[in-house]
Each structure stands twice: as structure tokens, then as C-alpha cells.
């Protein structure tokens, strides 16, 4: 049966890389860059291509084109949109393509470009994207993009999450990393918000007085379709 | 109060190496660098030198020295013992220095070599160790030394076991790494073998046959000093 294996963070990726063209990758981060970019497509964006830096960003300006991005969770000034994505409405993102840059999402999700398929995920879409990884039924990397190289909780909750589908659909669990990461989810999933209160992201949100992000990233299945980079 | 943090893997060392000189470290190699060390301790070594390569080792060749060393888990060939606890027993270490190269636990000691304390620790010293730390009453990093530089399971158990402690008596937990190993612990607490047996580290340990060890590495309070550095 296929195996997965977790990357906590961009930093141990390397750890990973051998044999990358044959596995599958998510890249998760949830607070909140793949929670953006699942609520693009739900509310109707062409296409959404994350990058880098701002200047690979600012290279794709042209008609039909949104700009997003945040440094260090705040909003670049001279872009359409942010990273939050409460301000992803259909009436912004529809028939239109999304640029994105941020902080650490952005840097996973490039790491992994030799993967033989590349999503990024969110509680937004967690059953189609499970669904998805059983379908293609080749092993898994769950690519967690941290904060600034350490490790987090919500992105390790949400490995985890998948993790559990899986390995009830007779994938194998390959490390320890991914080991935790169930644990965790299980202790967390009877109420979610109420264990990651404490994590260190929730409370850079809270001091940035974006609390009302976590509320629609940490929601399930609003989307049903999977988001293929 | 004074804050813990966990490292995860050495890879993720170069996270936490500000302010080092301030802070107390423990390194943690449950299987078994530093339940070794604290054995050879508890039979009445009278010195315990970890070094990183075996050239370093051989240099410390002369009477009342002990070479001990491990590559992959397995004993180097022309060393007095390997890694396991086991055969550090009285008869061998009473009285000598024991000059040890592990795979990963040396890696660990040596990155760190800055702290203002450095410490080694494992289940079998773990209260001595907590009533230390909280004597000295400044920063803590838990210093897991993984596998290869990959997360292992049975060292952040650990660490999360004294984290866990020392918040009970006040010390701040200030990094997600932390709130994770906190709860694997209390996840592990009542069956620590239990929990542990599906870890990589312990089925590499049944590949190896060397599963007696497994209970002396997971024996709390067997010794009660501190193995300071």
C-alpha cells in the first residue's frame, strides 16, 4: 500500500526529497495561505499561481489579474489583496487569476515542484483532497509550511487529519512525524479551535486583530474540488 | 517567568541559537546516546566524554578509559562497548572515563556548546533533572536529537514529559513545538511503551534485536543526580 510520510517543516524537506517524482504532495498552511487559495476557487477564480517573491508577483500584472500578498502576515501596500481570505468574494476573485505570494506557503510549495502531483489543501476541502490521494493511490508527502522554517500546530492538525483518512483506507504510516501528527489530530478534532487557542499563530493572528480569519480557515468542506498546482 | 522550547531535530537547531548563552539546554537521545550516559553515571563512572567522531574517541585512548560507540545503532568494532545501556554496568564503568560517539545524541551535545548550561537527561533521571531546571530558574531549550536529523517520537515524548513539569511549576511554554510535545506526553503517560511501540526508532530497535534495552530506556528516576556537560 502507498505510504505517508509528514514534513513539519520547509526546513526538513530535504529530508524528503529523494524519490519525489514517484509521491504526491499537499502543501498545507493553513493560517493561512492554502486556506486562501481553496476560497479563490470556491468563489470562482480562473486560476490562482502563487509565487515567490513580490517582484515575480508584480512581473504578471496585466488585465484580469488580482495581486495578493502579506509579509509577515500584513498586507503588501501596493497589491490588490492580502492574505486573508475573507477578502477572496466572489465579486473580487471570479473569472479572474490570482497572483499570490506569502510568506512560508509559498516557499513549500515551490520546494516540492518535482512531485509527481502537487496540491495545496485546507479544512476548506479536506474530503475531496483525501479522496483525491486515494484515487491517485501513489505514496504521500504532507508538506507542513510552518512559520518562518519551525514548526507549527495547525498545519501539523491538518497532516494529521489526512493522515487518519488515509491510513482508514489502508494507506501506511512512514514516520514518526506523521505518527504525532494523527495523534494530535485525534486529541484536537472533538474541538479544533479550542486546541490550537494556544498555538503560536493563533495568537500572532490575535495581535493583528485578524481573529475572524480563523473562523472560515478553520472550516470544513466548503469546496469539492481539489486544487492542482 | 523564565520560557521553554523545544527543538524538534538539530536541522532546526540554527531556529533557536539566539540568546544561547542565557539558556539551559537538554539533550534528550532517549534510544539511548543519553540513557546511556546517565547509567554509566548511576554505576559510578567517574567521567562521561561525548565526542563526535571516532578519531576523536581514539585520541582519548589510555588506563581507565572506556571507548563506547555506536554507527547506525550498531557497536564499533574496535571500541570497549557499544551504545547499549546494558553493558554499562558496575563492573565495567565504576571508577572510569567513558569516551562515547553516538549517531545523533553527540550531534546534538556539540551544537549547543555555548548554553549557559548544558545537560544531558533520559527517563531514568528525569525528576533530578526537572528540580535542576527549575533551581536554575532561567530559559529552557529541550533538545531533541532525532534520528538522522529526522523528528523522533520517544525524544519529544520526553521533552514534552518535562516541559510538562515545568509548567506545573510555573515555567512558560512559548513555541508550538512545546504545546505538541506537551500533549504527546499526556498521550503516552499511561502506556509509554505502548505509544512508543509503532515509533521507527523502536521498530528499528526490534530489526536490531536489541529490544531489552527498550525497558531500561523507559525506567524513570533510577538515578538522582544531573549529567551537566
Chains 1, 2 share one sequence.
Not at 486556506?35 to 488585465?63: C, F, Q, R
Not at 473580487?92 to 515542484?113: L, R
Not at 509527481?116 to 486515494?134: D, E, G, H, P, W
Request: hydrophobic share 45%; charged share 25%; proline share 3%.
Amino acid at each position: 500500500m502507498p505510504q505517508i510520510e509528514t514534513i513539519l517543516t520547509p526546513a526538513l524537506f530535504y529530508l524528503h526529497s529523494r524519490g519525489l517524482i514517484e509521491k504526491q504532495v499537499v502543501v498545507i498552511d493553513i493560517l493561512r495561505a492554502t486556506t486562501t487559495m481553496v476560497v479563490a476557487y470556491e468563489n470562482g477564480a480562473k486560476n490562482v499561481i502563487p509565487v515567490e517573491s513580490l517582484e515575480d508577483a508584480m512581473k504578471h500584472v496585466a488585465p484580469g489579474v488580482v495581486l495578493a500578498g502579506e509579509r509577515n502576515g500584513v498586507k503588501v501596500e501596493e497589491f490588490d489583496l492580502g492574505n486573508s481570505p475573507q477578502e477572496f468574494t466572489r465579486d473580487v476573485v471570479e473569472g479572474k487569476t490570482i497572483v499570490i505570494s506569502t510568506t512560508n506557503g509559498t516557499k513549500a510549495i515551490q520546494a516540492c515542484e518535482g512531485a509527481k502531483y502537487r496540491y495545496i489543501s485546507s479544512f476548506r476541502n479536506i474530503t475531496a483532497m483525501v479522496n483525491q490521494l486515494i484515487h491517485n493511490n501513489c505514496d504521500v508527502l504532507l508538506f507542513c509550511a510552518g512559520w518562518k522554517d519551525k514548526f507549527n500546530l495547525e498545519d501539523t492538525v491538518f497532516a494529521g487529519a489526512i493522515a487518519d483518512k488515509l491510513a482508514e483506507n489502508g494507506f501506511e504510516i512512514n514516520d514518526d512525524a506523521t505518527i504525532m501528527a494523527r495523534s494530535l489530530w485525534l486529541l484536537a478534532k472533538p474541538d479544533l479551535a479550542g486546541f490550537l487557542a494556544n498555538a503560536s499563530h493563533v495568537k500572532r493572528f490575535k495581535t493583528l486583530h485578524i481573529e475572524s480569519d480563523l473562523d472560515v480557515c478553520l472550516k470544513f468542506d466548503q469546496y469539492s474540488g481539489v486544487v492542482k498546482l
